[in-house]
């Protein structure tokens, strides 16, 4: 079993800059992909960015590239999001997840772990 507990998050102004973190219980983290979603009021779940277990290669949402970078500590057992030139529409729920496949997967029905989530609102 792999818990997940988030913190990070909070307001910001647009433009600003915020960074998530995952930190993962069992000593399998390193051997799973993980993954950031975000889940805005009315909308489905849509993943963020995607890290390989060894964290060389990763994967993100078009609307984030060039902005958020996502990264792993396996000997902390701890994943980031850092997020950078924040924008109103980033606002959501931001979910870390550990998938138990040993691809990067892309949608949230492959993870088998979850995060509580946490709120980031980023006011204009």
């Known amino acids: 079993q792999v818990q997940l507990v988030q913190s990070g998050g909070g307001l910001v102004q647009a433009g600003g800059s915020l960074r998530l973190s995952c930190a993962a219980s069992g000593r399998t983290f390193s051997s799973f992909p993980m993954g950031w979603f975000r889940q805005a009021p009315g909308k489905g779940r849509e993943i963020v960015a995607a890290i390989s277990w060894s964290g060389g290669s990763t994967y993100y949402q078009d609307s984030v590239k060039g902005r958020f970078t996502i990264s792993r500590d396996n000997a902390e057992n701890t994943v980031y999001l850092q997020m950078n030139s924040l924008k109103p529409e980033d606002t959501a729920v931001y979910y870390c997840?550990?998938?138990?496949?040993?691809?990067?997967?892309?949608?949230?029905?492959?993870?088998?772990?979850w995060g509580q989530g946490t709120q980031v609102t980023v006011s204009s």
């Open positions: 997840a550990a998938s138990r496949r040993g691809e990067i997967p892309t949608t949230s029905g492959r993870y088998d772990y």
